[in-house]
């Protein structure tokens, strides 16, 4: 599994301890967000809300693990997005329940608020849970067939009521989508020719002439 890191600025002095929470297990890991505080440029979580949805829909992570001061204003930025599907998660029990009944493919972990004593081995608990069980296989044993059928309900209501991502990618707002582009290691993984959607590489292609433009 491709698992990609995308800590925003207030939580970029974090990142050692989710990559090295990540270690040994079979993974491979993007680390794509803020890695030191103070940093430039900055993204907050209104960007890395967006650079999730970019790694997602492009496929180049099949999970992303990010968060913020709370782990809320990410959870919600990301959640913006058609095909992101991203759980609050506090503890390794809220891993665990998240992965079996939810299935998700994006977590925001809260990074400041209580960030204290253990916090590190909070996280590799955390991972411990979430790579532990089937995503989406449903919990309790009773309930797993409602589970998942509920599951694949809320991705089919997300794929109607969200617009293309290409033309999310279209209406974004310069200040959210031109930090993202332009950051170092979305350049080196954003391969605008390898995108199999038409409409999609033009929007992408479009955003990227209008910032070289830009200057």
């Known amino acids: 599994m491709k698992i990609a890191v995308v800590n ?3 939580s970029a002095d974090k990142n050692a301890d989710i990559i090295a929470a990540l270690q040994g297990r079979d993974h491979e890991i993007l680390n794509m967000g803020m890695t030191k505080t103070g940093a430039e440029p900055a ?3 209104v960007n890395t809300g967006l650079l999730t949805a970019i790694l997602l829909n492009l496929g180049i992570a099949d999970f992303v693990v990010g968060g ?3 782990g809320q204003g990410y959870m919600i ?3 913006q997005y ?4 991203c759980g609050h998660v ?3 029990l ?3 329940l998240f992965t079996q009944i939810n299935g998700g493919n994006c977590i925001s972990l809260i990074l400041n608020q209580g960030y204290g004593w253990a916090a590190d081995v909070n996280l590799r608990f955390i991972f411990d849970r979430i790579f532990s069980v089937e995503r989406g296989g449903g919990y309790p044993e009773h309930r797993r067939e409602a589970q998942i ?5 809320l991705e089919e209501l997300s794929a109607k009521i969200h617009p293309s991502f290409a033309k999310v990618i279209e209406l974004l707002p310069e200040e959210v989508i031109s930090p993202v582009l332009r950051y170092p290691t979305v350049q080196d993984v954003l391969d605008l020719d390898s995108i199999g959607d038409g409409a999609l590489r033009e929007a992408f292609q479009r955003r990227m002439r209008d910032i070289k433009t830009a200057g």
């Open 82 to 85: 058609p095909g992101v599907f």
């Open 149 to 153: 059928r509920y599951r694949l309900s």
């Open 77 to 79: 930025a990301a959640m």
């Open 94 to 96: 809220d891993a665990w």
């Open 68 to 70: 913020c001061g709370t």
């Open 43 to 45: 993204l907050s979580y």
């Open 90 to 92: 506090r503890d390794s």
């Open 8 to 10: 925003e600025t207030s």
